[in-house]
């Protein structure tokens, strides 16, 4: 073999994985009997708690209902029972501070007793509330640091449940984080908030349509999570991959995903156990994962739970991603999750499924196959093209990092221009809104395109259009452009506050029409159908999101492109968007300001990062190996020179020394506009985000073409980082 003798070692490493190994879970146990077995459910509340508890508590969970804090006692109670009959030794309050990440406190439940011996305890309180130091989350200026209290806060009506180690078990109590004035600190508050204010507006609506019993209404969400999974030996001998989550040098391989041959493909042993263990363990947590597949790119692969509410839908997500990073390394792989690990290859992105529903109206974007309930759908529909138009610039917001930038706006993920894809019979509809009473001909005569009137739509309205960023999808919309490691909780806050906002109007003006006659209901809806239909017309559009006559159409229709984390990450404190949250009490003003702090400076951080470790790894691991080479070309040069042969060499060493002058001035290039440390006193402000998007990356992104240029000519034993073809290929 020919490789670079790390690189050798760890083929030889992934060859020799003993696939006899795999297997590491109980068949002999089935599915019925561990699914939800870790979680404390709504049978145990029922089957452990007094009768008045648990109703009181149920209340809470499914109708909103403000939580009885006489309860938490009792709950506390029968939890740690439950969890002790189940050998957990501590438990944690689990939260979601601004970085996106999962954060924990654990305390153990055992205190001393008097001289000898100890006793478990755990009062109403330590569920209800915790206080773990919170000097060293992000607040974005909130909480300055000398104030560090920060509180978690039990949230009900996402489900307490036992987290397993081979060592032990942990009860986990998943809570809201607030500052000690009350502002949200993470990711959890304004989603329930959110919710909330959805529910309301929801409600005002449903009744116009003269809806008597009305449940809480919820959003619904099922994120589909893309990952990719590499060996661990390839993996660890890359510190862009580890540091930085994807790779910031690499030759494109002489075989990309052009055969389209993974995509669905057989899924390689290996892997299959890995998603099997998977499975289980997201099962024991009661966590729904339905779908496993091959994706697009090589090493790809995705998973997708059957949608639930959308908070606990975000915490399970949540719980998903870390799970996949963690079983990985029982099979001796990697799980990346950036957005943008391979460049050239298909990113990752996580396809956010999101509606709207209850449990005594169903799914409110499902069109049904009555004319009434089209009416009603029509408008739940209507409100979310006419959100949607309004805060596009909201939506790209919250799906904008350092990581996505890589991949919206590349030519295999949705284009950073947020439009809506409805498919042609849905399209076909909102066509024939727009032109309300007028008579169209398409049957002999005139037909009123009243409400009432218009065909009943099948589930599936339409094709699929891979490339949109917001798609419906037969009964709900596909929001496309989330990325793969974020939280879900960033775009579900966007579209339940937009959705209650458009909800809210659409409530008051169809209340006005009608003043209380629904008789009066049916021309009034239709009124606002058409109206919506006509002024939301450019947010709609069913073509190729790719190409370049779309961008030049979405430029004439006013559409907003914003291609870059700075430049969409400002839109989060227009004063449209801090109205908005502020009027459904989703987020202050202040706590939406801290926000785009945080965002900001964690964009900051993550390019920083970035440009010094293509500034090391240039320097340190590409650039030696290329004087190397370049080295030994002279030496041979010389000595046939000296034998008096041709000197057939010297053209490759002419072109391996003018790629190293090349990456040489690119690393100083690179050099003059980045300060690795960034120095004291640096603010990561958008000046500096700008100045990293406009300046650093652009100088990185030279140098790395110098670099994988060299890849090209290096000899490979000299070439010291695993190669595209290894990381992706070798299995
Ligand atoms: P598709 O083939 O369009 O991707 P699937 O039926 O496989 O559709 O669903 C994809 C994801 O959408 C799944 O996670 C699914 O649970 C979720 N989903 C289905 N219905 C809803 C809904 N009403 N609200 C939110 N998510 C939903
Ligand atoms: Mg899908």
Known sequence: ??????????????????????????????????????????????????????????????????????????????????????????????????????????????????????????????????????????????????????????????????????????????????????????????????????????????????????????????????????????????????????????????????????????????????????????????????????????????????????????????????????????????????????????????????????????????????PHANAQFLVFCAAVVKAVYKHQGLLRAVVASAHNDHRLGANEAPPAIISIFLGDQLRDVFEQLKSGNASTSKSKGSMTVGVDVLPPIPKDAGDRNRTSPFAFTGNKFEFRAVGASASIAGPLVALNTIMAEALDEIATELENATGGDLTKLNSAVQKLLQKIAKDCEPILFEGDGYSEEWHKEAAKRGLKNLRTTPEALTELITPQVISLFEKYNVLSERELRSRFDIYVENYCLNVKVEANLTIEMAKTIILPACLRYAGELAGIAANLQASGLPNTDVPLLKEVTAGIEKLQKAIAALEAVHHPGGGHGTVYDIQTAKHFSTKVLPAMNAVREAADHLETLVADEYWPLPTYQEMLFIK
């Not at 795999?22 to 002999?28: A, G, N, T, V």
């Not at 890995?274 to 091959?294: A, S, V």
Request: glycine content about 8%; aromatic content about 10%.
């Open 1 to 370: 073999m020919s490789a670079h003798p790390t690189r050798h070692q760890a083929i030889t490493s992934v060859i020799n994985f003993d696939h006899n190994d795999l297997s590491r879970i109980d068949l002999e146990e089935p599915v019925e009997s561990i699914y939800g077995q870790n979680v404390f459910s709504m049978d145990l509340m029922e089957a452990r708690l007094p009768k008045a508890v648990f109703k009181s508590l149920k209340k809470t969970i499914e109708s909103g209902e403000p939580l009885d804090p006489t309860v938490a006692d009792v709950v506390a109670s029968a939890m740690k029972e439950w969890a002790l009959e189940n050998g957990a030794t501590h438990y944690a309050h689990v939260f979601y501070p601004l970085t996106g990440l999962t954060a924990e406190k654990h305390d153990s439940f055992y205190t001393p007793k008097g001289s000898s011996g100890t006793i478990a305890h755990f009062s109403g309180n330590a569920l209800i509330q915790g206080e773990p130091d919170a000097s060293s989350f992000p607040s974005g200026g909130i909480r300055a640091t000398f104030e560090a209290r920060g509180y978690t806060v039990w949230d009900v009506t996402s489900p307490a449940f036992l987290y397993e180690n081979p060592n032990g078990r942990t009860l986990c109590i998943p809570t809201a984080f607030i500052s000690w004035t009350g502002e949200a600190l993470d990711k959890k508050t304004p989603v329930l908030r959110s919710m909330q204010a959805l529910n309301k507006q929801a409600q005002r609506v449903l009744q116009l349509f003269g809806h008597k019993d009305i449940s809480m209404v919820s959003s619904t969400a099922g994120p589909e999570q893309e990952y990719f999974l590499i060996d661990k030996n390839f993996f660890y001998l890359r510190p862009d991959l580890i540091n930085a989550g994807r790779t910031l040098f690499g030759a494109p391989p002489p075989k990309g995903q052009e055969f389209a041959d993974q995509y669905f493909g057989a899924i390689p042993e290996r892997v299959l156990a890995y998603m099997h263990e998977c499975e289980r363990e997201l099962f024991k947590l009661g966590i729904p994962i339905k779908t496993r597949h091959n994706e697009v790119a090589p090493s790809q692969y995705e998973t997708a739970p059957i949608f639930e509410f959308g908070n606990v839908a975000a915490d399970h997500n949540q719980m998903v991603m870390h799970v996949l990073k963690r079983v990985a390394d029982h099979y001796g792989l990697a799980a990346i999750l950036h957005e943008k690990p391979f460049l050239r290859l298909n990113g990752s992105g996580k396809h956010l499924n999101w509606s709207l529903g209850n449990s005594t109206q169903g799914n409110l974007l499902d069109p049904g196959d009555t």
